[in-house]
């Protein structure tokens, strides 16, 4: 059989692309898909971000209600008074400075039952 070289280089060239044509094709196709489904995502995201946003009072309000809020809760700690309350917690009688190194006291497994258990 004899072939010349031009023959035999198109049909070469013939076979390597009927392989490299569908396979980029298919390849293209599929990014592409990839890329339709992050862009509906990203919608979707969009939406739930911009529903979130209309669903949240602007920041003035909220600053508004937490500053009465504060407030009543003054108002009600301040009328509220236990005697001696001050003298049975220590803590409360100091200001909090934030914790020492190594300051944490070591309760005894008994202190940590309860009170019917110990009598």
């Known amino acids: 059989m004899g072939m010349s070289r031009q023959t035999i280089f198109f049909l070469a060239c013939a076979f390597a692309l009927s392989a490299i044509i569908p396979g980029s094709a298919g390849y293209i196709t599929g990014r592409l ?16 971000l911009q529903a979130r ?4 009072p602007d920041r003035k309000a909220i600053l508004d209600r937490d500053a009465d809020r504060r407030a009543a809760l003054e108002r ?3 009328t509220r008074t236990v ?10 009688a100091r200001p909090h400075k934030g914790r020492k190194p ?5 309760i005894p497994p008994a202190a940590l039952a309860p009170a019917r258990a110990r009598e």
């Open 53 to 56: 946003e209309r669903a949240v």
């Open 76 to 78: 009600d700690t301040s």
């Open 33 to 48: 898909a990839v890329l339709e489904r992050i862009a509906e995502d990203l919608r979707v995201r969009e939406a739930i």
């Open 102 to 106: 190594n300051s944490r006291k070591i």
């Open 83 to 92: 005697a001696g309350h001050a003298d049975a917690c220590p803590h409360r």
